[in-house]
């Protein structure tokens, strides 16, 4: 158990659709960090939040939004979802911007069908 | 931007040392080495980083050239467990760009044998 811990694991839903993935960091840390990870696509970054601020963005999708709460858990919110949505979804954490390395969870897999 | 080149694929016998290079020709003075690895479609797992020193934990030893343009992962006594794709990655930890964020690239896949 990395201290990261994301739910739901495993997630079927219909084209269309909208789905909230979740994230709850490490006790202590206060950056989130959410990765797409496809078969063709490797590890995309998407957005950062620390302390409840937007940090970074990356390739995220007009679609996908989120955010970080007061108790620092984090939401990934995916709308009208599409095929090409299938991915494994990592959560990380750290401590400040990461120096010492990042904590990852084990993943949400979203499959669209 | 790619800012890293790795072999795609590695084989290792168990028991050996693995020996992961990572190419980064155009790292600049204020950017960090930092190797993670992901065993298959887990979270990647944080093993080391570095900036002009050669560190070493207690998962293994990261080698860095004087003039910083590669470096090598070394695991001093691969095991099965070992198996999985290795990532290199350089790291601005200053000015605007330190936001934290990690850019990963294809990475080299490490299959240790028996």
């Known amino acids: 158990d990395s201290g990261v811990t994301q739910t739901p694991k495993h997630l079927i839903t219909a084209t269309g659709q909208r789905v909230t993935l979740r994230c709850s960091p490490r006790s202590g840390d206060l950056s989130v960090y959410w990765y797409q990870q496809s078969l063709d696509q490797g590890l995309q970054f998407l957005i950062q939040?620390?302390?409840?601020?937007?940090?970074a963005k990356g390739n995220i999708l007009e679609r996908f939004s989120a955010q970080q709460f007061p108790d620092l858990h984090s939401e990934l919110n995916l709308s009208s979802l599409e095929l090409g949505d299938s991915a494994l979804y990592f959560c990380?954490?750290?401590?400040?911007?990461?120096?010492?390395?990042?904590?990852f969870g084990s993943g949400t897999r979203l499959t669209v069908v | 931007d790619a800012k890293t080149t790795q072999p795609t694929s590695m084989d290792c016998a168990e028991g050996r040392a693995a020996n992961l290079p990572c190419n980064h020709s155009?790292?600049?003075?204020?950017?960090?080495v930092y190797w993670y690895r992901q065993i298959h479609s887990q979270g990647p797992q944080y093993i080391i980083h570095?900036?002009?020193n050669n560190e070493t934990n207690e998962m293994a030893s990261l080698i860095i050239t004087e003039d910083r343009k590669s470096s090598t992962l070394i695991l001093p006594h691969a095991t099965l467990r070992d198996t999985a794709v290795y990532y290199c990655?350089?790291?601005?930890?200053?000015?605007?760009?330190?936001?934290?964020?990690?850019?990963f690239g294809q990475g080299t896949t490490l299959q240790v044998k028996p």
């Open positions: 990380a954490s750290s401590v400040g911007e990461g120096l010492y390395g990042y904590t």
């Open positions: 939040y620390y302390n409840g601020e937007e940090r």
């Open positions: 570095g900036l002009k």
């Open positions: 990655i350089v790291r601005d930890q200053t000015g605007s760009s330190n936001t934290g964020k990690l850019i």
């Open positions: 155009t790292i600049s003075g204020n950017e960090y």
